[in-house]
């Protein structure tokens, strides 16, 4: 994976079908998150040119284009805030979205994710508009509480200190 910020992203090399504007608008979107994102590196945004055309998923959905807002990832615990640009199992581009803590279950389920949000590419949906949809997301799960018990409690699931 490339390392850098949106800018760096070479998105006409691993989105070679994106129009002139398709571009304008991924870039506006991402930096809807990079402002959303307090004291966050800008310089987070990763990518794989390999995967820009369709690896075939032997080792699961190959992402092309990801931020992971890392708030926290230490004592065993972790909260995570995702976007990414991946292949489905079929070769179609899809953007996915979530939030991502640690599990303190009495059963050690390792994490879990708390709201996710997948869409596919396809006639009904181009890749611009399921970026600008995954975006806005994630921009709202970046003003809520960066407190990873405030999101397991979103989901009925046990704080870190429950045990
Ligand atoms: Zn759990």
Redesign the pocket.
Known sequence: MMRGAFDDVPLAVIFPLLEPADVDSMNQAAGTVDAARTGGDRADWEWALEHAAFPGTQSGTPTILGLDVIEHAEGGDQLEFQLQVVWTALGRLAVETAVNVA?W?G???AT?DIDALRLVVGEETSLPAAFRVGAERLTGWLAEPHDADHWRATAG?PPRWAH
């Open positions: 599990c279950c059963t050690d389920h879990h699931l």
